[in-house]
């Protein structure tokens, strides 16, 4: 037992010996790596247990999916159901919000999330958490999105032909030219973010996927599915309907890339690169 301790640290010290005679270090520009002393960011999901079955077991997923991603402490995340149980100053420590299945019905919380967003704040959004109708009764949120209100879906849930429509994107540049989405609820909205000008739309679903649906059938129309407003820290993806939005590597690394890259706009300075 003592000859094996003795035999590792050797090799440890050999190791280190050599290391620093190579003058290698995590500073030097060589070095193909940043490794971090500490947590690089604080991000905050959002979401609310008050919705429809299907939307809930897409939060919890959500949940899971982003805690696996903090392993090794490389960014702190708390989860809440309310805002109102921060101010303003507390909400921005948070790099950025992920709104998984909800957005704020308060007016006090609206109106904390409109100042978050309006000095900086980032999102990333998902399906219900862009709902809105003419009963919603926040006009900002349009402005935020970039588009009209919701106008129609897909039903039931299925998968679906995606288009990438922007290739040289942080967001989209490693993923194919299309790929089969995994089975969700597929939002339309109108008018469509893409008549925007200060919207660009990432991805969306091929004219090839119509007829859509089997008990609601959409026929026609433009579909985007990733899309950021130009004009705030954000990316809104359209899928998060049902337990299977975490089934394929594709999609989960679009969502990962759509995180970093809100997370990377910070206006302090992107947290990657130190």
Request: charged share 20%; aromatic share 14%; with cysteine.
């Amino acid at each position: 037992m003592g000859i094996k301790f003795n035999c590792r640290v050797i090799f440890l010290l050999l190791a280190v010996i050599a290391f620093s005679c190579l003058g290698i270090s995590a500073q030097d520009n060589s070095y193909p790596a940043i490794y971090a002393k500490q947590p690089r960011f604080k991000a905050l999901i959002y979401y609310t247990e008050n919705a429809e079955e299907a939307h809930i077991k897409f939060a919890r997923d959500a949940i899971d999916f982003f805690t696996r991603l903090t392993d090794g402490e490389g960014f702190i995340l708390e989860v809440t159901t309310s805002l109102a149980t921060y101010d303003l100053d507390s909400l921005k420590e948070f790099n950025t919000i992920i709104a998984l299945n909800c957005s704020p019905s308060d007016p006090e919380e609206r109106r904390l999330f409109e100042t978050y967003m309006e000095t900086g704040g980032g999102w990333l959004g998902f399906h219900a958490a862009a709902y809105n109708d003419k009963n919603t009764g926040w006009p900002w949120l349009n402005r935020f999105l970039g588009c009209g209100q919701f106008y129609c879906n897909n039903w039931p849930p299925q998968p679906a032909l995606l288009e990438v429509e922007v290739i040289d994107s942080p967001v989209t540049k490693n993923l194919p030219t299309s790929f089969v989405a995994p089975a969700t609820e597929w939002y339309q909205w109108h008018p469509s973010p893409r008549q925007n000008p200060e919207v660009e739309v990432m991805l969306s679903l091929s004219p090839k996927n119509y007829p859509f649906g089997l008990k609601d059938v959409v026929l026609s129309g433009d579909f985007p599915v990733v899309w950021r407003n130009s004009n705030y820290r954000m990316i809104y993806l359209n899928f998060g309907h049902g337990d299977r939005c975490f089934s394929d590597a594709t999609q989960n690394l679009l969502t990962v890339n759509a995180f970093r890259y809100v997370v990377s706009l910070d206006p302090a300075g992107d947290p990657f690169l130190e």
